[in-house]
């Protein structure tokens, strides 16, 4: 094989690994969670109202960095999540003021070693445990706090259980029975 031919192959191998790879990238873009601030979502909740799907979480919570690399990065959990809340992920510890209901919440200790704002404290009413996921109406009022890392198995029907109203009519274990997952 002469090096004009040798040369030929490797420059299409090297501009076949160049596409792929920016094709992988441009579809993992596509699945990301469309994470928004407080002020943002509530203020599409005023025209299009949806529930809040809030992830409470700390910057140094391995396991919260966990279910952003595994949970959150599924393609069905990231669809559904896009299409029927509107996502907020907040960091408890933020010591920038936060607006939410006409009310600024702030970090009374911003200086102070895990220091919380006072709007984690107020939506995880105190329990300050990590990751936590919040969900709120349409309305911006609490529907129930659920802690802890999360599957995509699990996560997926507490998802629908809530986007659906069924956690309005039907207890949860009920619901989980039925539930058809459409994670493959």
């Not at 279910?67 to 509107?86: E, G, L, Q």
């Not at 996560?155 to 997952?181: D, G, M, R």
């Amino acid at each position: 094989m002469n090096n004009t031919i040798k040369k030929s192959l490797i420059f299409t191998f090297i501009l076949s690994v160049i596409f792929c790879s920016k094709i992988s990238f441009a579809q993992n873009e596509d699945e990301k969670i469309n994470w928004l601030s407080f002020e943002e979502a509530t203020e599409l909740n005023k025209t299009n109202p949806k529930k809040l799907f809030v992830d409470v979480y700390t910057d140094w919570c391995g396991w919260c960095k966990k279910m952003d690399a595994t949970t959150f990065s599924n393609p069905v959990i990231v669809k559904y999540i896009n299409d029927n809340y509107y996502p907020i992920k907040f960091d408890a510890e933020s010591v920038e003021p936060v607006t939410f209901n006409d009310r600024e919440f702030v970090n009374k200790n911003p200086n102070g070693r895990r220091s919380s704002n006072e709007l984690a404290k107020t939506l995880l009413s105190g329990k300050m445990s990590y990751p936590s996921y919040v969900f709120l109406n349409e309305k911006n009022e609490l529907i129930t706090v659920v802690s802890a890392y999360l599957p995509v198995a699990k996560l997926e029907p507490i998802l629908h259980y809530f986007a659906e109203n069924a956690y309005i009519s039907t207890e949860w274990l009920v619901f989980q029975k039925s539930f058809k997952s459409k994670i493959e």
